[in-house]
């Protein structure tokens, strides 16, 4: 049963946030929570306005290290506490929920999360930086010669992923290594952003150094175009469009995967497989895509089905929610993908449909487990933002080729000269080898790098 909450009634006003303070555009967007309701407006600003802010952003000076470092912990306080703009962090969280389709439980651990990558941003940011290297021209050691990590640009810009809030931790690296930041959210997620930016600006942050953003699709652009660099949040579309530009870093797809080697029992490791595909929502680009068995994978399939057709259908702000939620519309369509994709898979759950009506205009993501018959097999690159897993065969001849193009992937395996093979692999970004959840992440470890090796780079440096 749902926590009680009476959320308020009126619209909540989601201004841009530029160099000059807070901005109401004339032109104004509904945002609307999964069953149609009316939850905000958020003011969508001009091509002009975009232009000019950016400028400003250029012509702003940074505080020192220290301060900013000091004023970062203390915005993970303000967003994870306080009331900013009016909205309590129970408002906020209840918001993100019911627009988004996010497992209340999921948002509450996500506002924790955040503030936790906050409070160890500096930590975060020395982990990526050379061990070779200082951080000031000044340094005593560059009396002999040394290499100083100096920013590739004072602009940074984001066009921000909408399905989770969980990305938002990141891009403040930007601004502890000295950057100013221009976010433009996504239309189905600006809460995050907007809290984020007004609790960073409330720690001390000026207004010209981190902006919000919101545009149409036509002025979206101009964000970018006004920054030195950027990072573009997005499916396989973006990756392509932006794959050449090395001012850009897109981020798609993950194609997460778990791989179980014969000598590997997967009745051990059946929870953390589970949890893999369905945690967070199974919204993430982290969670399980694909599981690849050696041997036969009819037995996990069948388990896998039976642990995950047990979850609820819940509206997002039930605390016993687990699947996503999404408006009838978009989870049908969803569905119909699904049905299309799955052909010739065997499907073990969700074959009969995964969208679960739940009379207010919504429907839940309901899991879906489909086994294929051979490891190349194009629909285990099939990402969703729900829990679905492909579940395929693997042999040793079929080799690293299925495994390629993975966000992570977790070995299940006692092989080094395999788990050798997955590290040389370029296009795999994490390896994890053992019992670990392809959604584990930690403060000071890279996700798909670290943001610092874009946003940085090594000069060397030698002075009398």
Known sequence: ????????????????????????????????????????????????????????????????????????????????????????????????????????????????????????????????????????????????????????????AVHAAGNHPGPHSLWPEALALGYRVAVRPSRREPFTPHRLITALRGAGFGDDHVVLLPTDHATAQAVLRGADLGMVYGGEDVVRKYVTDASILPQGPGRSKILLTAEVDWRDH??????????????????????????????????????????????????????????????????????????????????????????????????????????????ASVELPFPCVWVAPWTREAGLAPLRNSLVLTAMTHDDRLVDGLLEEPSISNVYVGDHRTYWMESGMPHDGYLAEFLMRCKSVIRD
């Not at 930086?129 to 004072?154: E, K, M």
Request: aromatic content about 4%; overall charge negative.
């Open 270 to 379: 059946l929870d953390t497989i589970v949890d893999s595909v369905s945690g967070h929502g199974g919204t993430g680009c982290v969670n399980t895509t694909a599981v690849f068995v050696e041997g036969d994978p009819t037995p996990l399939c069948e388990a896998l089905a039976e642990r995950l057709s047990s979850v609820p259908s819940l509206p997002p702000e039930d605390p016993g929610a687990v699947c996503p939620v999404q408006p009838l519309a978009t989870a049908k369509a969803f569905e119909a993908h699904l049905s299309h994709k799955a052909t010739g898979a065997k499907a073990w759950l969700g074959g009969d449909g995964i969208a679960d009506e739940l009379g207010d205009g919504s429907a839940v993501l309901r899991p879906a487990v489909h086994q294929l018959d051979r490891p190349d097999a194009s629909q």
């Open 1 to 156: 049963m749902a926590e009680p909450h009476t959320p308020r009634t009126e619209l909540l006003q989601l201004d841009a946030l530029g160099a000059q303070g807070a901005y109401r555009a004339r032109n104004r967007m509904t945002v609307h929570d999964v069953a149609g309701g009316e939850v905000a407006e958020l003011s969508l600003v001009p091509p002009l306005f975009v232009e000019r802010t950016m400028k400003s952003l250029h012509r702003a000076s940074g505080p020192a290290l220290d301060d900013r470092i000091r004023m970062i912990d203390r915005a993970a306080e303000l967003f994870s506490t306080a009331v900013l703009d009016g909205q309590s962090v129970t408002e906020y969280e209840y918001r993100v929920s019911r627009v988004g389709g996010i497992p209340i439980s999921e948002v509450r651990a996500t506002t924790r999360a955040i503030a936790a990558r906050l409070r160890k941003v500096h930590y975060s940011v020395e982990h990526a930086r050379p061990a070779g290297s200082v951080t000031r021209w000044d340094d005593p050691l560059t009396r002999t010669g040394r290499a100083v990590w100096a920013r590739r640009g004072s602009v940074f």
